[in-house]
């Protein structure tokens, strides 16, 4: 079941939870954050959000393979590597606490620099075809 809504952010997928809390899947991927950071949250809000997501996940679906991934990096000087990196490895930290896995896509999508690959994107945010086939490869060895 595939709940992606473009733009949305760790507030709009924390209020959505309890939708699907009578739900049985054997597999939740998540993928949220980029968005919140564009809309000037703080790394704060998103860790805490995460933690959220994570913890609600766990009680309502304690079967279920927990799978969240790294935010990805860009090509945007507004949303620098430095701090996406910093805050993966807080998210990684999180997971770990929280019991659920990581899948960290840097090593899959950045450049020398940290910065998304080039032939990865649209536009220095959005995947290309090229790119949505690396994030398949990856969501498939886990």
Do not use: C, K
């Amino acid at each position: 079941m595939n709940q992606g809504i473009s733009g949305d952010t760790t507030a709009g997928v924390l209020r959505r939870l309890s939708a699907f809390s009578q739900t049985r899947p054997d597999r939740i991927q998540v993928m949220v954050g980029i968005n919140d950071l564009r809309r000037g949250a703080t790394d704060a809000e998103v860790l805490t959000n995460l933690r959220q997501i994570m913890r609600q996940l766990r009680v309502n679906h304690p079967q279920a393979q927990i799978i969240v991934q790294s935010i990805l990096p860009t090509r945007l000087a507004s949303l620098p590597a430095t701090r996406i990196d910093r805050l993966n490895g807080q998210i990684a930290a999180i997971a770990q606490q929280e019991r659920v896995s990581f899948l960290d896509l840097q090593t899959s999508f950045a450049d020398g620099t940290g910065n998304l690959r080039p032939e990865l994107t649209t536009d220095g945010l959005h995947l290309s075809q090229s790119g949505y086939a690396v994030w398949q490869r990856a969501i498939g060895s886990m």
